[in-house]
């Protein structure tokens, strides 16, 4: 799978790293667990994002570093996720290659957010993002470069940038099976 680059962004070293996308089985369907970061972390402040991060030298896989990021930021036990596969990589304005790993979440789980770095968690219908119609396109200058990002706002939260790019990935992949 080729990866998905966003728009604009240039051609350096980019750092791996991993999510997960957790799709959370729920009696009305299907929802994804999401997260909106601290007000005061350096990178990313307040944005709506995955459970992730760097992978580090100890991590075997991209499925170690999201599930061990995912347990750290919001205490999802891994043995409550259930693995399905993997996005296309998607590659960053900020310098990253993410590594998307999808998993199915089966209740019950109880989360602990890392304050820290966790302001809250939050579940959104899988259906919104399956909706093309909720596929914006924005743009804006970032250092000297203008560049494209997908939006898909959902009532109070503006999911945009590397977290909607990813859900646009889960689109394509399920809208092509």
Same mark, same amino acid.
């Given at each position: 799978?080729? #990866?998905?680059?966003?728009?604009?962004? *240039?051609?350096?070293?980019?750092?791996?790293?991993?999510?997960?996308?957790? /799709?959370?089985?729920? *009696?009305?369907?299907?929802?994804?667990?999401?997260?909106?970061?601290?007000?005061?972390?350096?990178?990313? #402040?307040?944005?709506?994002?995955?459970?992730?991060?760097?992978?580090?030298?100890?991590?075997?896989?991209?499925?170690?570093?999201?599930?061990?990021?995912?347990?750290?930021?919001?205490?999802?036990?891994?043995?409550?996720?259930?693995?399905?596969?993997?996005?296309?990589? $998607?590659?960053?304005?900020?310098?990253?290659?993410?590594? #998307?790993? /999808?998993?199915?979440?089966? #209740?019950?789980?109880?989360?602990?957010?890392?304050?820290?770095? /966790?302001?809250?968690?939050?579940? /959104?219908?899988?259906?919104?993002?399956?909706?093309?119609?909720?596929?914006?396109?924005?743009?804006?200058?970032?250092?000297?470069?203008?560049?494209?990002? $997908?939006?898909?706002?959902?009532?109070?939260?503006?999911?945009?940038?590397?977290?909607?790019?990813?859900?646009?990935?889960? $689109?394509?992949?399920?809208?092509?099976?």
């Amino acid at each position: 799978m080729a #990866p998905v680059r966003e728009e604009g962004v *240039p051609t350096i070293e980019l750092r791996p790293a991993a999510v997960l996308v957790p /799709v959370v089985v729920r *009696p009305d369907g299907l929802a994804v667990l999401l997260t909106r970061r601290t007000d005061h972390l350096h990178h990313h #402040p307040g944005q709506i994002s995955f459970p992730g991060g760097r992978v580090e030298e100890s991590d075997v896989s991209p499925v170690m570093t999201a599930l061990r990021e995912t347990e750290e930021e919001i205490g999802l036990d891994p043995d409550r996720v259930e693995l399905l596969g993997e996005l296309p990589d $998607y590659c960053t304005g900020t310098g990253f290659r993410v590594k #998307p790993v /999808v998993g199915l979440v089966h #209740p019950p789980f109880e989360l602990k957010l890392d304050s820290f770095e /966790v302001a809250e968690a939050f579940e /959104v219908p899988l259906s919104h993002f399956l909706n093309p119609a909720n596929h914006q396109r924005h743009s804006m200058e970032y250092q000297g470069r203008m560049r494209q990002y $997908y939006a898909m706002p959902y009532g109070d939260y503006f999911i945009w940038g590397a977290t909607a790019g990813i859900l646009v990935s889960l $689109y394509r992949f399920l809208r092509d099976e």
